[in-house]
């Protein structure tokens, strides 16, 4: 073979360099890496490191030429990922166990005990309302202040006192109302502080649950960022305290079932204008938020 020839079958192999010209070194198909990780309830994607690409995929269960996967069903899933930048193959295997719950399944709205009709969105495994609740169910409402700061007993109270500030926000209620077991219809509660955080971890933990969670409103005052990307929907109906009303615009609170170790307080979760994260904090029992409901 001239020398012509030669030169310009290098030319090509060097083109052709990440294709079929290229011969596997032994160190890159070792640091070649591979890992399944699940992402949601139900994706699976494989996860490529230190290789040259392009990259194809195989799955169990002929699943197909696909980086990520949805699952249904638990059991042991593997992927072969084949690099023809340098013709490696590595083996992922990953065991995924399928979350108990199965959302909303196809319902989309939920009726209490007096007729108020809540739409209800699936995050995860759970199922959510998606306002927050307005019933009365034999709960005294409680417009003094004193009355509101010293009571031990289950009430509620508009947000400033004001009637229309419901088709908003809601009602507030106290912590003993929020554990009365009144206030969600058959099938659901008030969440536990595990329960939140189950739909703070699915949503990405703090941060990214905190974007997710908050509705897109003028009702939020000042710089938000959200995007309401779960449906959960959140307004900052403000709150209830010694004092009067206060952090409407600002402040979405919701009650907890849960009591703190501090005596007289229990759990709840804040949503904050102006701060992408949500805060934990043990409360006063007779401060007034709002409260949400889960299906059991």
């Given at each position: 073979?001239?020398?012509?020839?030669?030169?310009?079958?290098?030319?090509?192999?060097?083109?052709?360099?990440?294709?079929?010209?290229?011969?596997?070194?032994?160190?890159?198909?070792?640091?070649?890496?591979?890992?399944?990780?699940?992402?949601?309830?139900?994706?699976?994607?494989?996860?490529?490191?230190?290789?040259?690409?392009?990259?194809?995929?195989?799955?169990?269960?002929?699943?197909?030429?696909?980086?990520?996967?949805?699952?249904?069903?638990?059991?042991?899933?593997?992927?072969?990922?084949?690099?023809?930048?340098?013709?490696?193959?590595?083996?992922?295997s990953f065991s995924?166990?399928?979350?108990?719950?199965?959302?909303?399944?196809?319902?989309?709205?939920?009726?209490?005990?007096?007729?108020?009709?809540?739409?209800?969105?699936?995050?995860?495994?759970?199922?959510?309302?998606?306002?927050?609740?307005?019933?009365?169910?034999?709960?005294?409402?409680?417009?003094?202040?004193?009355?509101?700061?010293?009571?031990?007993?289950?009430?509620?109270?508009?947000?400033?006192?004001?009637?229309?500030?419901?088709?908003?926000?809601?009602?507030?209620?106290?912590?003993?109302?929020?554990?009365?077991?009144?206030?969600?219809?058959?099938?659901?509660?008030?969440?536990?502080?595990?329960?939140?955080?189950?739909?703070?971890?699915?949503?990405?933990?703090?941060?990214?649950?905190a974007i997710a969670?908050?509705?897109?409103?003028?009702?939020?005052?000042?710089?938000?960022?959200?995007?309401?990307?779960?449906?959960?929907?959140?307004?900052?109906?403000?709150?209830?305290?010694?004092?009067?009303?206060?952090?409407?615009?600002?402040?979405?609170?919701?009650?907890?079932?849960?009591?703190?170790?501090?005596?007289?307080?229990?759990?709840?979760?804040?949503?904050?204008?102006?701060?992408?994260?949500?805060?934990?904090?043990?409360?006063?029992?007779?401060?007034?938020?709002?409260?949400?409901?889960?299906?059991?």
């Amino acid at each position: 073979m001239n020398t012509n020839a030669l030169g310009l079958m290098g030319v090509v192999c060097v083109f052709f360099l990440l294709q079929s010209c290229r011969v596997a070194k032994d160190d890159e198909c070792r640091t070649l890496e591979v890992k399944i990780t699940q992402i949601g309830s139900d994706q699976l994607q494989a996860v490529v490191k230190n290789g040259l690409g392009p990259f194809s995929y195989k799955w169990t269960h002929g699943l197909g030429d696909f980086p990520s996967i949805s699952v249904s069903e638990s059991g042991d899933y593997s992927v072969t990922v084949t690099d023809h930048g340098n013709a490696c193959t590595k083996d992922a295997s990953f065991s995924f166990i399928k979350a108990s719950g199965n959302g909303c399944g196809s319902s989309n709205a939920v009726m209490d005990a007096e007729n108020n009709l809540y739409d209800i969105v699936t995050i995860g495994t759970q199922c959510w309302m998606k306002s927050n609740v307005v019933i009365e169910a034999g709960i005294p409402k409680v417009s003094d202040e004193t009355e509101w700061n010293f009571t031990t007993n289950p009430a509620w109270c508009y947000y400033n006192n004001d009637i229309n500030n419901s088709p908003k926000y809601g009602k507030l209620y106290n912590w003993y109302a929020a554990k009365s077991g009144k206030l969600c219809p058959a099938g659901w509660h008030i969440p536990s502080m595990a329960e939140w955080e189950t739909l703070i971890n699915f949503l990405g933990k703090d941060s990214l649950a905190a974007i997710a969670m908050k509705k897109v409103d003028p009702l939020w005052t000042g710089t938000i960022n959200a995007s309401n990307s779960s449906g959960f929907s959140a307004l900052p109906g403000g709150r209830m305290q010694p004092g009067g009303f206060i952090y409407e615009g600002r402040d979405a609170n919701f009650w907890a079932t849960d009591e703190s170790n501090f005596p007289g307080s229990a759990k709840a979760i804040t949503l904050t204008a102006g701060f992408d994260g949500i805060t934990r904090i043990d409360w006063g029992k007779s401060l007034g938020f709002s409260c949400r409901c889960v299906k059991d």
